[in-house]
Nanobody, 124 residues
């Protein structure tokens, strides 16, 4: 049974940092795309970053490029999202997803499994 568990959310001031974690289990972690999404109230869920845990390839949305870094820990079966220089517009619920069916990595309908999410709130 595939399970994803996010942690590390919380509150930060603009310009600050947070690190999110996504612990994965129930599948062959080392050969999958793992992605982080976020969704603010009243807005669509959007892709933030993705990484292939085997090859290490990464992709980022334009809104976080240069500020966020996605990385894997293949011993702990965990993917991290290091978020630096946070902005109030980064305030969202952040979700981890895996097992993409292909297509645009930024589209949530292209993923089979999701975590429950962790809230990030950035104040100005």
């Amino acid at each position: 049974q595939v399970q994803l568990a996010e942690s590390g959310g919380g509150s930060a001031q603009a310009g600050g940092s947070l690190r999110l974690s996504c612990a994965a289990s129930g599948f062959v972690y080392s050969d999958h795309w793992m992605a982080w999404f976020r969704q603010a109230p009243g807005k669509k869920r959007e892709g933030v970053a993705t990484i292939h845990t085997g090859v290490g390839s990464t992709l980022y949305s334009d809104s976080v490029q240069g500020r966020f870094t996605i990385s894997p820990d293949n011993v702990k079966n965990t993917v991290y999202l290091q978020m630096n220089n946070l902005k109030p517009e980064d305030t969202s619920m952040y979700y981890c997803a895996t097992q993409t069916v292909g297509g645009d990595w930024r589209r949530p309908e292209n993923y089979n499994y999701w975590g429950q999410g962790t809230q990030v709130t950035v104040s100005s």
